[in-house]
């Protein structure tokens, strides 16, 4: 997919960062190991001067074939010897050179393959890590975590519907942990479904941040936001869309407050295709809604509602609004 220059500057700034800092530290490091053992400074430089000699022997004629083996057979003993000495005094052989994070690319985010250059896998990585921060920069991501989730605020008496809110609370946070801790792009869907305040986008979003940590895109938005900047591409007739693009082909969608928009023919429609297109392409999507599955049916049709009962783990909330409990505590 295509990014904004935006996000191709961001990730390329990414890189370089991480390439600088393997410099610097080769750099310490260098001074550190040469301070302390004179002999591999010695050596190194006996390494690079013998590529000085080379081009010497070159430029001065004579038996340049025999003179360059000695060369060659010299600098390769120096080599064996440094290693020898970084080893044996505990360094690793390789310790005088950066250390980078990619070994393929050395950072750099291109490496050549048969005479042709290639991106490297770690420059996607960034360019869909950058992405997703970007589009991401609103949402309350780093205030919903597992660890703030309380499961004590649901009650623990049986309800009118002969439901526990906190001991099926404590089964839903159990499944939300595992399913966070386990998540692969072919993970199930799930459909978060109860009243208002009971803790839905604060467990998607303490999803979102373990998913991301562990290195996988995650696109957050809400119904009306999507719907909203539809509306905005179809009046910018642009023909290159971040957010869509990312929304589509992102490892994990969350889609909130599903319901909450608009409803008429355009969003429904726009709602439905996105959806849909997820579940066709077997990508999971954590959908949030304080509607019913009869209400689910009535706006977005029977086909999308039972499609999603039959590919998604449907989590049902209960309790009592849990915004008011907190304000009552304040
Ligand atoms: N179990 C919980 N422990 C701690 N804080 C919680 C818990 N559940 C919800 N909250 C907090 O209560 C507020 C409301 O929760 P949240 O927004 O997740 O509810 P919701 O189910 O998404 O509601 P709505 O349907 O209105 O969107 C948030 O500030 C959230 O962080
Ligand atoms: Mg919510
Ligand atoms: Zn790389």
Redesign the pocket.
């Given at each position: 997919m295509g990014y904004s220059v935006k996000i191709q500057k961001a990730a390329a700034d990414r890189l370089s960062q991480r390439r600088l800092t393997a410099k610097r530290e080769s750099d310490f490091r260098r001074e550190e190991i040469f301070a302390k053992l004179p002999k591999a400074a010695e050596l190194e430089k006996g390494i690079a001067d013998s590529g000085i000699k080379a081009a010497r022997a070159v430029v001065s004629g004579g038996n340049v074939t025999e003179v360059l083996e000695g060369l060659k057979r010299q600098n390769l003993a120096m080599q064996e010897e440094l290693e020898r000495i970084l080893v044996s005094n505990g360094y690793p052989a390789d310790a005088l050179e950066p250390q980078y994070s990619c070994k393929r690319c050395s950072d750099t985010g291109y490496y050549d393959e048969n005479g042709r250059t290639l991106m490297c896998s770690c420059l996607k990585q960034a360019l869909t890590e950058c992405a997703c921060e970007e589009l991401n920069r609103h949402a309350p991501l780093k205030?919903?975590t597992f660890e703030?989730?309380?499961?004590d605020?649901?009650p623990d008496e049986t309800d009118s519907n002969g439901v526990n809110p906190h001991r099926h609370?404590e089964r839903v946070?159990r499944y939300c942990t595992g399913y966070a801790g386990s998540f692969t792009p072919e993970s199930k869907s799930l459909l978060?479904c109860?009243?208002?305040?009971?803790?839905?986008?604060?467990?998607?979003?303490a999803i979102a941040n373990e998913v991301i940590k562990r290195g996988y895109g995650v696109i957050y938005v809400s119904a009306p936001a999507i719907i909203a900047h539809y509306e905005s591409q179809m009046r910018s007739r642009s023909d290159t869309d971040e957010l869509l693009d990312m929304a589509t082909d992102c490892d994990l969608l969350i889609i909130?407050?599903l319901g909450?928009e608009f409803i008429n023919q355009f969003s429904v429609s726009h709602i439905y295709n996105l959806i849909n297109s997820r579940l066709l392409s077997r990508k999971p999507v954590i959908i949030?809604?304080?509607l019913t599955m009869r209400e689910l049916e009535k706006s977005y049709s029977y086909r999308l509602v039972s499609r999603l009962n039959g590919e998604a783990e449907k989590l049902n909330?209960f309790g009592k609004?849990?915004?008011i409990a907190?304000k009552r505590n304040n």
């Amino acid at each position: 997919m295509g990014y904004s220059v935006k996000i191709q500057k961001a990730a390329a700034d990414r890189l370089s960062q991480r390439r600088l800092t393997a410099k610097r530290e080769s750099d310490f490091r260098r001074e550190e190991i040469f301070a302390k053992l004179p002999k591999a400074a010695e050596l190194e430089k006996g390494i690079a001067d013998s590529g000085i000699k080379a081009a010497r022997a070159v430029v001065s004629g004579g038996n340049v074939t025999e003179v360059l083996e000695g060369l060659k057979r010299q600098n390769l003993a120096m080599q064996e010897e440094l290693e020898r000495i970084l080893v044996s005094n505990g360094y690793p052989a390789d310790a005088l050179e950066p250390q980078y994070s990619c070994k393929r690319c050395s950072d750099t985010g291109y490496y050549d393959e048969n005479g042709r250059t290639l991106m490297c896998s770690c420059l996607k990585q960034a360019l869909t890590e950058c992405a997703c921060e970007e589009l991401n920069r609103h949402a309350p991501l780093k205030l919903s975590t597992f660890e703030s989730f309380n499961v004590d605020l649901y009650p623990d008496e049986t309800d009118s519907n002969g439901v526990n809110p906190h001991r099926h609370m404590e089964r839903v946070v159990r499944y939300c942990t595992g399913y966070a801790g386990s998540f692969t792009p072919e993970s199930k869907s799930l459909l978060m479904c109860g009243a208002t305040g009971l803790g839905k986008t604060h467990l998607s979003l303490a999803i979102a941040n373990e998913v991301i940590k562990r290195g996988y895109g995650v696109i957050y938005v809400s119904a009306p936001a999507i719907i909203a900047h539809y509306e905005s591409q179809m009046r910018s007739r642009s023909d290159t869309d971040e957010l869509l693009d990312m929304a589509t082909d992102c490892d994990l969608l969350i889609i909130d407050d599903l319901g909450s928009e608009f409803i008429n023919q355009f969003s429904v429609s726009h709602i439905y295709n996105l959806i849909n297109s997820r579940l066709l392409s077997r990508k999971p999507v954590i959908i949030n809604t304080n509607l019913t599955m009869r209400e689910l049916e009535k706006s977005y049709s029977y086909r999308l509602v039972s499609r999603l009962n039959g590919e998604a783990e449907k989590l049902n909330f209960f309790g009592k609004d849990i915004r008011i409990a907190k304000k009552r505590n304040n």
